[in-house]
């Protein structure tokens, strides 16, 4: 193993050593954020997490802190029309209580919402000081119903039954996130009221117990309900948030990945656009130098095996010149420094000029070229240069794989929306419509011209596209097995240069001379 190969093992082994490191550590990182969810959820009272044990507290306070107006009216209610059948030192002793606490119990809340937790452990005391809360809260409601009643009513067990089944309904809701909480709060009031309304013995307080019994039956089913509904709307917002982070994290990371892919691009264009030239100057003088021993201008070549060797080296030269000319051209215009050289110019005439500089090609293959031109084509703004480049290279494709005695037609005419194009059809073997991608991508050949060994780079198609976006055109390709194919290149209409009306020769004197414009867009 020389020196060179233990350098490239050395960093082989380097790159691969990085690699496990950092998936390494990844994992090592995914298994401790693991262990700690798990660990907070077997440590939490909802069997959940941190975050969702905090969410289902907040959600709570919130409850209680937006319907505290209720139960204080609910509270003045009951005290009022209390006056009328109960004892007076009962209800005020019971208003105070019931204000009082419910006070304290705001600015607790409140409290919790402004300084939430942020560790497990004074998230469950919280939670256990919330169902302490409640549960004297529930009890300070259920002295209501054993205050002494002064002055029998038959309408007071009907109010006594009415507000409880308010205040029963009001906690339920209020206490649904936490479940133990409500019980705590509603069981005391319906036991309560159930063995005193029992002991009367009369039917309809019989029944009022039986219906408070059904409805804290029912509000517990709802309260568990709107819990469960509660849980799953933190889980379903928790993923909606994490795939947010996602999607952040890797659109950054697509952003990151596309700058860097873009300004590799652009280093490899200057490199190669550099390069070429470097290239070009000894490629000029090979070939100069063996298109001379060629031609034998200094003397006679005795040896026949030199002559073909110097044949091959033109050859050779020849064709790495064109290689490292399209190379260059490509570079060029990916580095934005193509620049067109627009003029006015008449397509016909460039299709005319590269049918005769492609004639010989043709002949040797014996194709029939056919060119066929619409009347009345006006001039188009563009490059000479680059409108040639893509007229000969469409062509030279077009002959490369017709086959002996085929037909190339050549069509320049107007498009549909005043625009010009110029399209070459061949009567070819045709490339599978899968394959039209590859053949459009730099560098991409299709199976045909891989199977056949036709010298070529597939860069010619590229180039054209290019060459034709600069132009603001677009090249069309289609092509179909067995059949041929045929390649348009469109020019849009603010190309097309319009005709100018006839300037009157005579004028008068009163007339300003008018500028005329030479180009319309």
């Not at 309304?197 to 009022?208: K, P």
């Not at 033109?314 to 051209?329: F, K, P, T, W």
């Not at 596209?465 to 059949?483: E, P, W």
Request: glycine share 6%.
């Amino acid at each position: 193993m020389n020196e060179s190969q233990v350098t490239r093992k050395n960093l082989w082994d380097g790159k691969e050593r990085r690699k496990y490191n950092t998936q390494k550590s990844q994992r090592h990182a995914n298994v401790i954020a693991t262990v700690r969810s798990t660990r907070e959820k077997l440590t939490s009272e909802s069997g959940l997490s941190k975050a969702f044990d905090c969410e289902i507290l907040s959600a709570f306070a919130r409850n209680y802190r937006s319907t505290i107006f209720v139960l204080v009216g609910l509270t003045l209610l009951m005290a009022i029309f209390g006056l009328t059948w109960m004892n007076y030192f009962g209800i005020v002793l019971w208003l105070s209580c019931n204000l009082s606490f419910q006070a304290f119990t705001y600015y607790r809340y409140r409290k919790f919402l402004e300084n939430p937790p942020q560790n497990i452990k004074n998230i469950r005391r919280a939670h256990n000081s919330f169902i302490r809360l409640t549960l004297i809260n529930g009890l300070i409601w259920t002295s209501y119903i054993l205050i002494p009643v002064t002055e029998p009513s038959l309408s007071q067990p009907v109010f006594t039954f009415t507000t409880i089944l308010m205040v029963i309904a009001v906690y339920s809701f209020i206490a649904a996130p936490i479940f133990p909480a409500m019980l705590s709060a509603t069981i005391p009031i319906t036991i309560v009221f159930m063995l005193k309304y029992t002991i009367y013995g009369y039917t309809s307080m019989v029944m009022m117990s039986f219906l408070i019994l059904s409805a804290q039956l029912m509000f517990t089913f709802m309260a568990r309900q709107i819990r469960n509904t509660l849980v799953t709307m933190l889980i379903i917002r928790e993923e909606k948030d994490n795939l947010i982070l996602d999607l952040e994290e890797a659109t950054s990371q697509s952003d990151e990945s596309r700058r860097r892919a873009e300004q590799a691009n652009l280093a490899k264009s200057r490199f190669l656009a550099t390069m070429s030239h470097e290239l070009r100057t000894p490629l000029n003088a090979i070939l100069g130098f063996s298109d001379i021993m060629k031609q034998e201008l200094l003397g006679p070549l005795d040896n026949k095996s030199y002559k073909e060797y110097v044949e091959d080296i033109h050859n050779s030269g020849d064709h790495l010149l064109n290689l490292i000319n399209e190379i260059l051209d490509l570079s060029r215009i990916e580095a934005g420094r193509y620049e067109l050289n627009e003029e006015p110019l008449v397509l016909c005439h460039i299709v005319e000029d590269c049918h005769s500089l492609i004639q010989i090609r043709a002949r040797k293959k014996e194709i029939t070229i056919n060119t066929s031109t619409e009347e009345n084509m006006q001039r188009l703004w563009a490059d000479e240069r680059a409108i040639r480049q893509i007229t000969l290279n469409l062509l030279s494709n077009a002959i490369k794989f017709t086959p002996q005695g085929g037909e190339i037609n050549i069509a320049v005419g107007w498009t549909a929306g005043g625009g010009q194009y110029i399209s070459i059809s061949d009567n070819g073997p045709g490339i599978p419509e899968e394959e039209i991608p590859i053949v459009l991508s730099q560098f991409g050949q299709g199976s045909l011209a891989i199977k056949s060994a036709e010298q070529g780079t597939g860069l010619g198609l590229p180039i054209c596209q290019a060459l034709i976006s600069m132009h603001g055109g677009a090249l069309d390709f289609k092509s179909k097995l067995r059949v041929g194919t045929t390649v348009t290149i469109t020019f849009p209409r603010v190309r097309v240069m319009e005709a100018l009306p006839p300037v009157r020769e005579a004028l008068t004197s009163q007339q300003a001379p008018q500028q005329v414009n030479l180009k319309s867009a």
